[in-house]
Nanobody, 125 residues
Framework: QVQLVESGGGLVQAGGSLRLSCTAS????????MGWFRQAPGKERDFVAA????????YYSDSVKGQFTISRDNAKNTVYLQMNSLKPDDTAVYYC??????????????????WGQGTQVTVSS
C-alpha cells in the first residue's frame, strides 16, 4: 500500500507562491495517476488537479486553471503543485491522492484509494 507525505504548505501573503510536494513510498509510483485536492473549513474536499502516470496529461479544476501547475518526477517518486498568484480563497488543507492507472479526469475523492495526511496552506489578505 502506497504511503503519501505532503510538504511545502505554510502562510503566504496574497499574490505569493508556494510549491507543494508529495512523496510516495511505493517504488511503483510511475503506475499511479496522482491528484491534488483541497478542503477549506466547513466545506467538502474539492478536486484541484491531476496528472497521469507518465506526466503526459494533466487536468485542472476551472478554479485553478492557469494559476496552478501540477508536475511529477517519477525518479523521485514525487508529485508537485506549483501555486502562483495565491488568493485568500485558496486557503485550505491540501491533500495528494493516488490511484493505480486511471483517467486523469477523475475528480471525485472516492475514486482515489490512497491519501496523504494533508498540508495547510493559508493565504493572508
Amino acid at each position: 500500500q502506497v504511503q503519501l507525505v505532503e510538504s511545502g504548505g505554510g502562510l503566504v501573503q496574497a499574490g505569493g507562491s508556494l510549491r507543494l510536494s508529495c512523496t510516495a513510498s511505493d517504488r511503483t509510483f510511475s503506475m499511479y495517476t496522482m491528484g491534488w485536492f483541497r478542503q477549506a473549513p466547513g466545506k467538502e474536499r474539492d478536486f484541484v488537479a491531476a496528472i497521469i502516470w507518465s506526466g503526459g496529461s494533466t487536468y485542472y479544476s476551472d478554479s485553478v486553471k492557469g494559476q496552478f501547475t501540477i508536475s511529477r518526477d517519477n525518479a523521485k517518486n514525487t508529485v508537485y503543485l506549483q501555486m502562483n498568484s495565491l488568493k485568500p480563497d485558496d486557503t485550505a488543507v491540501y491533500y495528494c491522492a493516488a490511484k493505480v492507472w486511471g483517467s486523469v479526469k477523475t475528480t471525485r475523492p472516492n475514486e482515489y484509494p490512497y491519501w496523504g495526511q494533508g498540508t495547510q496552506v493559508t493565504v493572508s489578505s
